[in-house]
């Protein structure tokens, strides 16, 4: 039987499909907060209060509140790297921008558009003409007490809008409303956000940590860096299917940290062949995991984690998801993880 968090999770995006868009007021329209029923306070969120369970959600990204307190840097550097070293007709931040708000992807662009003005590019879909496959790339918040937004999916591609030169915290988006505990005491809220598994309390140590140590907003300065969840994400569609279960790639990301079902020890993170060559390692490693057999302390079985039952989806190295990842930054089409590289080595990072 999926778990709880899978069918909550399946039940609020089916009904999202269905549901009328739920368009929040501008961030600057907040002199004159909305408010519901239940709450009269004034709340800097109260524009969120009203959100309904399985609606769509206007938000400003820099008021949404994380719900894990680390990150998997290479997959923000890829996406960073890509906008801004990518060898794409038109800037891919877009294009991701485009696909995250449920359209497709990007259609066409002035020369000078920015995530801050969406009337300076077009997505490949209208509003109100989206279907179930490009409403599945949206991301999710429930919203807490006051109002506040929680991100429970899609930490890493707001970061990425926060730090484009072309975003920023007040670039808005539409997302998936799972939920809505506005009217929750903190105590109670937490409560629940555990048991329904919507929040990632480990450090990049996994060591376990408390609510108070999450960071406020979205950004790379608030996160911590999880080596082993970045390694993960260039391992999608090789090794596993993603989107299974919420912080999958941290479950797996902590297996490869407690369980060393891999040597990593000659892992060099900044050379392509060397993290190609990891990347291939990791993923013929959770392909061979028993599908019944609990990833690390998970709690979910590696069938639930979206493990594959044919590396690389039973395609040679050279094809299918394995053969784009290793693509150099030479290449037309460069891969995900030349990007990531490429954008680290640019800007001096490690």
């Not at 007021?25 to 306070?41: E, I, L, N, T, W």
């Not at 002035?110 to 300076?120: H, I, R, V």
């Not at 989206?130 to 409403?135: F, I, L």
């Amino acid at each position: 039987m999926p778990s709880l968090s899978r069918r909550l999770l399946s039940t609020a995006v089916g009904a999202a499909l269905a549901a009328p868009v739920l368009l929040a007021p501008p961030a600057q329209a907040a002199g004159r907060p909305f408010f519901c029923g239940h709450d009269h306070r004034a709340t800097p969120y109260a524009r969120y209060l009203c959100a309904r369970s399985g609606q769509m959600l206007d938000v400003r990204i820099g008021d949404v509140h994380p719900t894990q307190s680390v990150l998997g840097y290479d997959e923000v550097y890829y996406k960073l790297g890509r906008s801004t070293l990518g060898k794409d007709e038109l800037n891919h931040a877009l294009d991701d921008w485009c696909e995250t708000d449920g359209r497709d992807g990007v259609a066409s662009a002035q020369p000078d558009a920015t995530l801050l003005d969406p009337s300076s590019f077009t997505c490949k879909m209208a509003v109100g003409t989206e279907t179930s496959e490009s409403k599945a790339e949206m991301k999710t918040v429930v919203v807490g007490p006051g109002g506040q937004p929680y991100l429970t999916d899609g930490h890493h591609t707001f970061t990425s809008f926060a730090e484009d030169p072309i975003g920023g915290l007040d670039t808005h988006i539409r997302v998936i409303v799972q939920a809505n505990y506005s009217n929750l005491t903190r105590q109670e809220f937490w409560k629940r956000m555990k048991a329904h598994k919507w929040v990632y309390l480990r450090d990049a140590q996994g060591n376990r940590i408390g609510v108070n140590k999450l960071p406020r907003q979205v950004g790379l300065a608030g996160f911590q860096n999880d080596p082993y969840r970045g390694l993960l994400y260039f391992g999608k569609k090789v090794g596993f299917q993603p989107d299974s279960v919420p912080f999958q790639e941290f479950y797996w990301g902590g297996w490869l940290r407690d369980d060393k079902p891999v040597d990593l020890s000659g892992w060099d993170r900044d050379d392509f062949d060397s993290y190609l060559a990891t990347v291939e390692a990791i993923t013929r490693a959770q392909v061979d995991h028993p599908k019944d057999a609990e990833v690390g302390d998970s709690g979910f079985t590696a069938t639930e984690l979206g493990a594959l039952d044919e590396w690389n989806k039973g395609k040679d190295a050279d094809k299918g998801n394995f053969g784009k990842l290793s693509r150099p930054y030479t290449d037309v089409k460069p891969g995900k993880l030349a990007y990531a590289l490429q954008y680290k080595a640019v800007h001096h990072l490690s």
